[in-house]
């Protein structure tokens, strides 16, 4: 090739457009996919409502107290008929996430992303259609959870892995914090949605959300890019392979932009039949388990989810029996603890980067969620004003540490020095972190069915649990990292004294 003066400036806003897409792209993708989990836990309060409020029964059946609720959530057992709608999507998704991630390494994300999407949107739909076509039977509803479950595991594994093949680490916990913060936009979004119906055609609680996804998909399949490469940008650090007879890659190329200086594309660089033949395998499941960390971060967040999870689909509920509020205002009031997450996810990512300490972070606000979700059980429906408060500072303090693992750590851990440049880790390591993780999202919803007709306390008291074995969880890491910073310190107290 011929050498070509190229500006760096027009290579770099090249680069950052493809990026910008790709972090847009994306979020709205996961925001569709928490948008369309979260209309149950808005309707659950409508299947099986307070009917004493709405006045005297039409039927005359001066014994049947559940007339306004929905077979077959109208019995003494509608809670835990709930925690087994709860369960069968999580079930189903937890076991899938493992199985997803291995496919996300093998398939075109693209395909499998967009694929993933359109699917979740006619399962979502098909849960409300149940209102529409008057369907009366529990199996209906759990079958459609459970092939809800499974399809939504397309998601999270191939945003990730997107946005781990545009961005090296460098601010990686504070971008992937913001970006992150689709997660609770997806469930804000999704209880105005489905509040907006619920007390009146719940069906189009879910039908709504299921076209939303579903069209988002389609948008994904035609825009989005999954490596830099396919777009003659070059990858992020973490990507390119360095030998002993190489010159270092940023000092040769942009690093950022389509073109090196000397106006070979990345396309010419990464094609030649050499690095063709040293392309790396897909990681198996096996060789990401040995990455150090996967495992306790792993374990971190199946505590970490469940209380999360918990939140996501009881609490409108937790509010209804408690504070008293109908079931629209109570989805509204509910969207304050995803404000926190959002707020808790920015502030992670922000300390996490600063520091350099993604678990010591973790475990800092896991330590003080504990005492936080006892004052609000106790405290939190004192006033609206009190309410407010505790939610959104309860919010931040569960949903940082879960924000963090799922997005920087998991990244972090699917580039890991150990894989000596193979990129073909991101998604298997995610979907083994994430997995992991929703095994607990699926037990907290269900231990919450079983122990609220015993009191709410008691689920409170779970939770709490739940958050310490987290922390301690962690422990190890976060010993290795505060050894890191002292030995750090000790180096630079020699050098200034030399």
């Known amino acids: 090739h011929a050498s070509l003066s190229l500006p760096l400036t027009p290579l770099l806003a090249f680069s950052c457009r493809y990026r ?41 059946d001066s014994n049947n107290s559940a007339w306004c609720s929905w077979a077959p959530f109208d019995g003494d057992n509608y809670k835990e008929l709930f925690g087994a709608l709860d369960n069968a999507f999580l079930v189903a998704y937890a076991i899938g996430m493992f199985i997803s991630g291995i496919f996300g390494e093998r398939l075109p994300l693209r395909y499998y992303l967009s694929g993933g999407m359109v699917l979740s949107g006619l399962f979502t739909a098909l849960f409300g259609l149940g209102y529409f076509w008057d369907i009366h039977v529990l199996w209906y509803f759990i079958i459609v959870q459970v092939c809800n479950g499974l399809v939504q595991t397309t998601g999270w594994p191939s945003v990730v892995a997107c946005i781990g093949n545009w961005f090296g680490k460098g601010k990686r916990g504070l971008i992937m ?38 069209v988002v998909g389609i948008i994904c399949f035609f825009f989005l890019v999954e490596y830099p490469e396919d ?38 660089r990464t094609d030649s039949p050499k690095q063709l033949a040293e392309e790396p395998e897909a990681i198996s499941f096996l060789g990401a388990l040995r990455i150090p960390g996967v495992v306790e971060f792993s374990l971190c967040l199946l505590f970490a989810k469940l209380v999360s999870y918990t939140f996501l689909y009881w609490l409108p509920l937790y ?47 896991l330590v003080v969620a504990a005492p936080m979700l ?125």
């Not at 907006?196 to 189009?204: D, E, H, K, N, R």
């Not at 002993?244 to 594309?265: R, Y």
């Not at 008293?324 to 707020?343: M, N, P, Q, R, Y």
């Not at 750590?409 to 020095?417: F, I, K, N």
């Open 20 to 60: 910008g897409l790709t972090l847009v792209l994306t979020f709205f993708c996961y925001t569709s996919y928490h948008l369309s989990r979260k209309p149950i836990s808005i309707v659950k309060s409508q299947l099986h409502p307070n009917c004493s409020a709405l006045g005297p029964n039409p039927r005359n």
């Open 177 to 214: 914090g913001i970006w992150n913060s689709h997660t609770s936009v997806g469930n804000i979004l999704g209880s105005l949605i489905a509040g907006a119906w619920v007390s009146s055609t719940w069906g189009l609680s879910f039908v709504v959300p299921g076209i939303i996804i579903a």
């Open 231 to 268: 777009v003659g940008c070059s990858p992020p650090l973490h990507h390119v392979r360095v030998t002993s007879n190489e010159k270092d890659p940023e000092a040769v190329t942009s690093n950022e932009g389509p073109l090196s200086i000397t106006g070979q594309s990345s396309a010419d």
């Open 319 to 365: 509010i209804v029996n408690v504070a008293h509020f109908g079931a629209k205002e109570a989805g509204d009031l509910s969207t304050l603890f995803d404000v926190g997450g959002i707020l808790g996810g920015i502030f992670a990512g922000l300390i996490s980067d600063y520091t350099g300490g993604r678990a010591t972070t973790c475990c800092m606000m």
């Open 374 to 498: 006892f004052l609000y059980n106790h405290v939190g429906q004192n006033g609206i004003g009190t309410s407010i408060a505790m939610l959104i500072i309860c919010g931040a303090l569960v949903n940082g540490p879960y924000a963090l693992i799922t997005t920087a750590v998991s990244a972090d851990l699917g580039t890991h020095e150990s894989l000596k440049g193979n990129a073909k880790a991101l998604s298997t390591v995610t979907a083994i972190i994430d997995g992991t993780g929703s095994v607990g999202a699926a037990l907290g919803p269900l231990l919450a069915g079983l122990i609220s007709p015993t009191g709410w306390n008691n689920v409170f008291y779970m939770l709490i649990a739940a958050d310490v074995l987290a922390c301690l969880l962690l422990a190890r890491v976060v010993v290795k990292e505060v050894r890191g910073w002292c030995g750090c310190m000790v180096r630079k107290r020699g050098y200034v004294r030399t």
